[in-house]
């Protein structure tokens, strides 16, 4: 029996999976003070890749994205192609969870060994997508409106300490609209973007299947601009010079704002939320790569394939890099020209247009 979860429980997740890991790094950082404008453009874009998303859902209502392939393009390519994207999703599974070791090891625990802080963090999803999605979908309810909760009071803290400075922003543009779009595209367009093609596996799930376009572009939507947001509120307090050279300008942000000398060091509350959003983005990749693996070996249960997907993260988020420098120089400048591009862009356009072939001239 299909598990079933509302739309607004997919809603959540899908707003922590694109927060996620994208408020830790300085995004559209070589845009300088425009920053934020690279972040709308790669969102318009996003919306773009979700259309798109969600029209093939329209060709193939009640499918997940390894079930359309197959059907589309025939099994000879379609199951190859299906491999490619359930390795893919764990791939990205991987990257996240070493992004947020690195966090948590180098500001929370940084005498703690790497591999147990992953280790542990990899546990906790685990457990929870054991559950299956309607729990991951409740837990999305309970926490990140939390996540919200938290973003508001932080940075209600921040502009009570003065260091708020709105014309840090200016001038706009002094670049040139070109300079925003080489930040914006592959790197912002893909990631968090174009990640939401991951979703494709959960749109089944869903209680109430016609609202998925709706669902959809509402959450890249709102993602955008919350994430448009905390990139204003960043170069208005550091200044677009200390973007590119911290490795977590949000953490630089909040451990600056101090209240009277007595509401001070909020940097906890803030990598804790960071944290549950690691949590909806290595469990969505999970739990996405379990459905096409168990669709792949025609499996009904799937917690098992959940646990084996976690246990292998954990010692792949370990060799994909040997440094947190190359990790970053491959996830920056690598992944998503090589990776992103090809399986979150051209190939769902091009099943989209022999779909609407199929769909036209099948009949013939």
């Known amino acids: 029996m299909q598990e079933k979860i509302s739309n607004s429980q997919l809603f959540y997740i899908m707003i922590g999976f694109e927060i996620g890991s994208t408020v830790i790094f300085g995004l559209g950082a070589q845009a300088k003070q425009d920053a934020w404008l690279v972040i709308l453009t790669g969102m318009l874009c996003g919306l773009v ?160 299947q016609t609202k998925v376009k709706k669902l959809g572009l509402t959450a890249v939507f709102v993602a955008g601009i919350l994430l448009t947001i905390n990139m204003v509120n960043v170069i208005s307090v550091i200044g677009p010079r200390w973007i590119e050279e911290r490795v977590y300008p949000l953490l630089t942000v909040v451990k600056l704002a101090s209240v009277a000398n007595f509401i ?21 990749f999970i739990y996405g790569a379990a459905i096409g693996a168990a669709e792949l070996v025609k499996k009904e249960s799937r917690r098992s394939l959940v646990v084996l997907i976690g246990v292998i993260i954990v010692p792949l988020s370990l060799i994909i890099a040997g440094s947190y420098i190359q990790h970053v120089n491959i996830g920056l400048n690598k992944v998503p020209l090589f990776l992103h591009v090809p399986l979150q862009i051209v190939i769902p356009f091009v099943l989209l247009v022999i779909a609407t072939i199929r769909k036209r001239y099948g009949s013939r």
């Open 49 to 208: 890749l979700m259309w798109v998303y969600t029209k093939l859902v329209d060709h193939y209502p009640g499918h997940t994205l390894t079930q359309m392939i197959p059907k589309i393009v025939g099994r000879y390519i379609g199951y190859p192609l299906n491999l490619v994207y359930i390795l893919y999703f764990i791939y990205l599974a991987s990257r996240v969870a070493r992004d947020f070791g690195e966090l948590i090891g180098g500001t929370f625990l940084p005498k703690t060994p790497m591999p147990v802080v992953i280790a542990c963090f990899m546990a906790v999803i685990v457990y929870c997508l054991s559950g299956g999605i309607e729990v991951f979908g409740r837990t999305g309810e309970v926490l990140v409106p939390f996540l919200f909760l938290v973003a508001i009071v932080s940075w209600s803290i921040v502009y009570s300490s003065h260091i708020f400075d709105i014309k840090r922003l200016t001038p706009i543009l002094e670049s040139g609209a070109g300079t925003i779009w080489k930040a914006a595209f592959p790197l912002v367009v893909t990631f968090p973007y174009g990640e939401m093609v991951l979703f494709m596996m959960f749109w089944p799930s869903l209680s109430d």
């Open 264 to 284: 001070e060091r909020i940097d906890a509350v803030v990598i804790i939320t960071m944290f549950i959003g690691g949590f909806f983005k290595v469990g969505s």
